[in-house]
């Protein structure tokens, strides 16, 4: 028993010991209206259009909402309302109208409109980032990039 608490012991002062500053990083009193996330790697752009790491991905998910979202249950997965509040489809299920919740705002209170969505996916369609082909299924789309 000696030799499995000295063994946990060493392992656990050698983890510590390997980021002497995270201490510092630490708050000493944590606010209760902060969220705080362990990221496994540096943070190198926040921009969604850009960003290319997993790190990044988990910061982006948790501060900004998509038109819709999912709803996951044991047995299925449904697609349900965020910032669209509704959507309606035409010709076939090739066009897509979405209609905003009117509450919808940017973090500094601005109105959140269509537009900005508009720009978004034309920034990201001319930025020529990875994953923008995943959107030549837009009519137009892969003429933009």
């Known amino acids: 028993m000696t030799r499995i608490i000295l063994g946990l012991s060493l392992a656990l002062s050698t983890l510590t010991s390997c980021h002497p500053q995270e ?6 009193k944590i606010p209760t209206d902060t969220l ?6 540096k943070i190198e752009n926040l921009d969604w259009n850009m960003s290319m790491d997993q790190s990044a991905a988990i910061i982006e998910t948790n501060l900004m909402e998509g038109l819709t979202g999912l709803e996951l249950t044991r047995s299925e997965v449904k697609v349900k309302p965020a910032l669209a509040e509704s959507w309606d489809t035409s010709d076939g ?8 919740r009117g509450d919808s705002q940017w973090s500094d209170g601005k109105p959140l409109v269509a537009q900005n969505f508009v720009d978004s996916i034309q920034r990201l369609l001319i930025s020529n980032a990875p994953w923008a082909e995943s959107l030549f299924v837009i009519r137009g789309g892969e003429g933009l990039s």
């Open 23 to 28: 201490k510092f990083l630490r708050p000493k």
């Open 36 to 41: 705080f996330l362990a990221l496994p790697d």
């Open 93 to 100: 299920g090739l066009q897509y109208v979405f209609h905003l």
